[in-house]
């Protein structure tokens, strides 16, 4: 005995394989980018202390790969930070590239 499918609906059939198209799409130009990156990305923590302030910690661990604004800018997405104030005691995480 074999099982004959039958597509009823066409429409939704059709949505559904370029859906999965578009996934499938996605999922294999996502493994081509991370694998052609060579960049190692670790993650330095450091609490806050007195006097510090986002710019000057972000210039001391940018170790020149991108433009400090650009950094400082990573620096908050990482550390969903929702502006540039930080105070003392806060755990900040910052992106080092090797």
């Known amino acids: 005995m074999k099982k004959h499918y039958q597509i009823k609906n ?3 059939f059709f949505i559904s394989l370029c859906v999965l198209m578009t ?5 294999f130009f996502t493994s081509v980018v991370s694998a052609g990156s060579s960049d190692q990305l670790t993650m330095v923590s450091r609490y806050v202390e007195e ?7 972000s210039r001391q661990y940018n170790n020149g790969s991108m433009d ?3 950094y400082i800018q990573t620096v908050m997405e990482v550390n ?4 540039a104030n930080i105070k003392s005691g806060d755990l900040l995480y ?5």
């Not at 006097?51 to 910690?57: A, M, Q, S």
């Not at 969903?80 to 502006?83: A, E, F, G, K, V």
């Not at 910052?94 to 090797?98: A, D, E, G, I, R």
């Open 10 to 12: 066409r429409f939704r």
């Open 23 to 27: 996934v499938l799409f996605a999922l």
């Open 51 to 57: 006097g510090d302030t986002l710019w000057k910690l």
């Open 68 to 70: 400090i604004r650009d």
């Open 80 to 83: 969903q930070l929702q502006s």
């Open 94 to 98: 910052f992106p080092q590239y090797n």
